[in-house]
């Protein structure tokens, strides 16, 4: 396990430093800038606002400063929220999306693993179908849809009864702001989920320790809760790599539309106001997050799954 | 004799494409789907040709029709500011699936050259190839589309390239995978025995016998990138004005949501059974071409 941490740990790395890298050379070559206003601006404030943001030096000091600047936890200032740096934006916008993000998925995977279960144990029945339907659903509706349509059915029209719930907004994450939001998020997780767990289930239950088990006599319930589900959640497990990827992207449609202030929307703002420094902050925070939950991933992975540890060590 | 022996081979290469094609004709969802696929790309193709009213054309004594209107010719009533919707909603088809299509094939082109070339060279060159691809996998490539969107700005071509530039990885594991089967088999063999060059035996015999996955793969990916697209566009990323697509009209409709929902759940409709219509014909046509249930 250690060594595949150590190995993983030293891809990580580099991986990370070229992102930067490629991040900071096409923000900087972009065509226009975040100086480009709609009236005309005297030359020698536009000089001064270069030199304020050290945008007159030389590309290559640039790009050390940055360098050394993220190394102190320093993304720099902001070109457009002028009274913030990029990390205290990020400060402020990380917890709100991680909070969502896995209350997202801790809702999915109570959800969509179940679902799963109980489709695999009734392979082509009207169970299985009904399943499989609503999670191919799921997969196919895309969350910029379904916010819509939820806002549209809880803020507009149930606005008047008990079920009503706040179109947007965030009041400093009060829950009923909170349950459109994560349960959007969560949807097409949900969909994956039962999708993945079902197709895992029925092959494991074909398997012949699981049969083995049942011969002993054992209830149904308890070979597969006990013995079959085991196994049957490592393509789960696997799956929850990528899905921090998915999650941050998620966040971006979900943190736009229901106007929360988490990074996703900080990152499309600041993408629409050429922020540089914002966006290459949220990209670099977010490809470091991913790395981190790739890593966290296959180290479960080997815990899970005997065979990934041998081939390891072989 | 010799007619028979050339002629022999050929007969069954068909047979099993003609296999494939029965397979798929009794699915009834993948055919249903095939079918409206069809509907909706020649209306898109065609419709807003055909009708009264451009996309982008004003109705000045039409502003926010209610549908349908047949005396002025706006079938699904006009949005906010007095345009056709339904010629919005066929344009916007039209550039949907005209980026999943295109964007699929430079995906279609990378990933078959990678998985090919590391599948059959094999050695350092496919270890090489795919820990890139496994290092791609483990970065969040839909901001780098959109960081490549906000550098070079938003135009039509980048757009389907930058998809298309990260959206290659899967297919190119699948196609290694089939070619590592592939390129034991004595076909191949006799193929580099009768002196054919690698670029040649690739292009002639693995890149034929991969076929079956990658037009699986592909019915799959090009539902993703329309995804994709529609994220872009919807998030104010992707396609400009006056040009629209389904994304950018989902988020139009959704600022007129109180008012107007049809100017939403129009767009959002035509979208969504784009997408499961594809989904369905490409499960449909895995199992119609699966070795595995040959």
Redesign the interface.
């Known amino acids: 396990m250690w060594p595949t941490l150590a190995r993983r740990l030293l891809i990580g790395i580099p991986t990370l430093l070229v992102i930067i890298t490629v991040c900071f050379f096409l923000m900087r070559l972009t065509p226009g800038g975040p100086f480009d206003f709609d009236a005309p601006v005297p030359p020698e404030i536009l000089a001064n606002l270069r030199a304020r943001y050290h945008l007159d030096d030389p590309l290559w000091k640039q790009y050390l400063d940055y360098l050394f600047g993220l190394l102190r936890g320093d993304f720099g200032p902001s070109f457009k929220y002028r009274d913030f740096t990029v990390g205290q934006l990020i400060a402020e916008g990380l917890p709100v999306s991680l909070e969502n993000g896995f209350a997202a998925l801790i809702f999915a995977v109570l959800v969509g693993v179940p679902l799963g279960i109980i489709a695999a144990l009734g392979q082509n029945t009207a169970r299985d179908y009904a399943v499989s339907a609503a999670s191919m659903t799921g997969i196919v509706i895309p969350n910029f849809v379904m916010g819509h349509v939820l806002i549209l059915v809880f803020g507009v029209w149930l606005k008047d009864t008990f079920v009503a719930l706040p179109a947007g907004g965030w009041a400093e994450g009060a829950l009923a702001n909170r349950v459109l939001p994560v349960f959007c998020l969560a949807l097409p997780y949900i969909a994956y989920l039962a999708r993945i767990t079902r197709g895992s289930m029925i092959e494991v239950l074909r398997a012949g320790y699981v049969r083995t088990a049942r011969a002993k006599g054992l209830p149904f319930r308890t070979v597969v809760l006990r013995h079959a589900l085991k196994s049957a959640l490592i393509p789960v497990v696997t799956f929850l790599g990528p899905a921090t990827a998915f999650l941050l992207t998620g966040s971006m449609v979900v943190e736009t539309i229901f106007q929360i202030p988490g990074i996703g929307r900080y990152f499309v703002q600041g993408a629409l106001n050429r922020d540089y420094t914002l966006v290459m902050g949220v990209t670099i925070v977010s490809a470091a997050l991913v790395i981190v939950m790739n890593l966290v991933v296959d180290l479960l992975y080997t815990l899970l799954d005997p065979k990934v540890r041998h081939e390891a060590g072989a | 004799m010799s007619d028979m022996a050339v002629a022999l081979p050929e007969i069954e290469g068909r047979s099993l494409w003609q296999d494939a094609w029965r397979r798929l004709r009794a699915n009834r969802a993948a055919v249903a789907s095939l079918v409206i696929l069809a509907v909706i790309a020649i209306a898109s193709i065609v419709g807003p040709e055909l009708l009264t009213w451009k996309y982008d054309q004003i109705d000045w004594d039409h502003v926010e029709a209610a549908p349908p209107n047949f005396a002025a010719g706006h079938y699904l009533g006009t949005d906010s500011i007095g345009r056709d919707l339904l010629a919005r909603v066929l344009f916007g088809g039209r550039v949907s699936l005209m980026v999943g299509v295109l964007a699929t094939a430079v995906a279609l082109l990378i990933g078959v050259t990678v998985g090919t070339v590391a599948g059959y060279i094999g050695g350092r060159t496919d270890q090489l190839l795919m820990r890139l691809v496994d290092?791609l996998?483990?970065?969040?490539l839909?901001?780098?589309v959109?960081?490549?969107?906000?550098?070079?700005?938003r135009n039509f071509i980048l757009m389907f390239l930058a998809i298309g530039a990260v959206e290659w990885l899967t297919m190119a594991r699948i196609v290694r995978g089939q070619t590592l089967t592939l390129r034991t088999r004595e076909f191949i063999e006799a193929a580099r025995a009768a002196g054919g060059s690698t670029p040649a035996i690739i292009l002639r015999h693995i890149v034929p016998n991969v076929l079956g996955m990658v037009i699986v793969y592909v019915t799959l990916t090009i539902?993703q990138v329309i995804?994709l697209e529609?994220?872009l566009s919807?998030?104010?990323?992707g396609i400009q004005e006056p040009m629209t697509s389904w994304?950018m009209l989902?988020?139009d409709?959704?600022a007129e949501?109180?008012v107007t929902?049809r100017t939403?759940i129009v767009p959002?409709i035509f979208?969504?059974v784009t997408?499961?219509c594809f989904?369905f014909l490409g499960d449909g046509l895995r199992d119609a071409l699966d070795p595995k249930d040959r």
């Not at chain 2, 996998?137 to 969040?140: C, G, I, L, N, T």
């Not at chain 2, 919807?234 to 990323?237: A, C, D, N």
């Open positions: 290092l996998y483990s970065v969040p839909t901001f780098f959109i960081i490549l969107m906000v550098t070079f700005g539902p995804l529609s994220f919807f998030l104010g990323l994304g989902i988020n409709g959704a949501l109180e929902p939403l959002a979208m969504t997408l499961f989904n």
